[in-house]
């Protein structure tokens, strides 16, 4: 099972899963009270720009993958390993009883607060980068970064596909220098600060001494570290990697790599649980021998046997 990230939230999110009785409707009800704001009503009905602030939108995307997993576990359906994109990977913890379900919202609550400050205190922005990979892009990032402030490889989503994260000014002048080296578009994101690059350094630690308060148990099923692209089960493993998540880049295409690669261990089956479907379209080409299937809403969730029948 994989589990999105940020940008996957979308107004009426989890609104026809509310009408489907059982774990997730379950775990629905409890959200407003365990954040104690209304977060259904913002993500049943938004308005969008509401839902896409920060602190709204990562509980809102880990509420809708846990609900969903939920509802999976009680037709029997359960991952043999899991991952997730960023904030995802904090859905993916609870799918693998690394964490419960209330911990997590208020988990990915106080992370999208301190994400949200440290932006306000050292201004910083995103920008996706298309059509080179990561290890040039990593590079040329280097090289502006020693003339004009801190650029980073942020996200290392796909061969054709990542992100850059720093300063305002460096940004833009490693945009100009990886369109100067061949990159095919350089696109800057609507982010509210620099995400996994060392200006979110005083977060992080914040965000550590947090987690240093909450119940983090080993896993119950290998879950994929974004620091470390590797299979991680170990409690105090996980704990660090979690805190390190926000100034560490996020490893996706090694972790797709280690998850559907060519090797004799890979999935058949891949499900991205929860809001969306943009990890299934980014590793479909990559991965032709693996059947990606999003489940998100109670529509998939009626089809999902029939489906698993059929593949596995």
């Given at each position: 099972m994989l589990f999105p990230g940020q940008g996957s939230q979308a107004v009426g999110m989890t609104a026809d899963l509310m009408d489907r009785k059982g774990p997730a409707f379950e775990f629905l009800s409890t959200v407003n009270g365990v954040l104690d704001i209304d977060l259904l009503n913002i993500m049943?009905?938004?308005?969008?720009?509401?839902?896409?602030?920060?602190?709204?939108?990562?509980?809102?995307?880990?509420?809708?993958?846990?609900?969903?997993?939920?509802?999976?576990?009680?037709?029997?359906?359960?991952?043999?390993?899991?991952?997730?994109?960023?904030?995802?990977?904090?859905?993916a913890a609870v799918a693998a009883g690394v964490?419960?379900?209330?911990?997590?919202?208020?988990?990915?609550?106080?992370?999208?607060?301190?994400?949200?400050?440290?932006?306000?205190?050292?201004?910083g922005t995103m920008a996706a980068v298309l059509g080179m990979t990561g290890s040039k892009v990593a590079e040329i990032c280097a090289q502006v970064s020693a003339e004009s402030g801190v650029v980073v490889l942020a996200n290392d989503n796909s061969e054709a596909q990542v992100v850059i994260s720093g300063e305002v000014p460096a940004v833009a002048a490693a945009g100009e220098a990886l369109k100067a080296a061949g990159a095919r578009r350089v696109i800057t994101l609507n982010v509210s600060g620099a995400f996994h690059s060392p200006l979110l350094e005083g977060a992080g630690a914040s965000?550590?001494?947090?987690?240093?308060?909450?119940?983090?148990?080993?896993?119950?099923?290998?879950?994929?570290?974004?620091?470390?692209?590797?299979?991680?089960?170990?409690?105090?493993?996980?704990?660090?990697?979690?805190?390190?998540?926000?100034?560490?880049?996020?490893?996706?295409?090694?972790?797709?790599?280690?998850?559907?690669?060519?090797?004799?261990?890979?999935?058949?089956?891949?499900?991205e649980v929860g809001p969306g479907k943009v990890l299934s379209n980014l590793a479909r080409r990559s991965y032709p021998d693996v059947k990606f299937v999003p489940v998100g809403t109670s529509a998939d969730l009626d089809g999902i046997l029939d489906i698993l029948q059929e593949n596995l």
């Open positions: 049943h009905e938004g308005p969008g720009d509401v839902l896409t602030e920060t602190w709204n939108a990562q509980p809102a995307i880990l509420a809708h993958s846990v609900a969903v997993t939920l509802a999976l576990r009680e037709l029997g359906v359960t991952p043999s390993i899991v991952a997730g994109h960023s904030i995802g990977e904090f859905s964490i419960d379900p209330a911990d997590g919202l208020k988990i990915v609550r106080r992370r999208g607060e301190l994400m949200f400050a440290a932006g306000q205190e050292i201004p965000f550590t001494e947090f987690l240093s308060g909450m119940t983090i148990r080993q896993a119950e099923v290998p879950l994929v570290a974004n620091v470390s692209a590797t299979a991680v089960s170990a409690a105090d493993e996980l704990a660090a990697g979690f805190g390190r998540q926000l100034t560490s880049p996020v490893r996706w295409h090694e972790t797709m790599e280690f998850l559907a690669g060519q090797n004799s261990d890979a999935p058949r089956i891949v499900l």
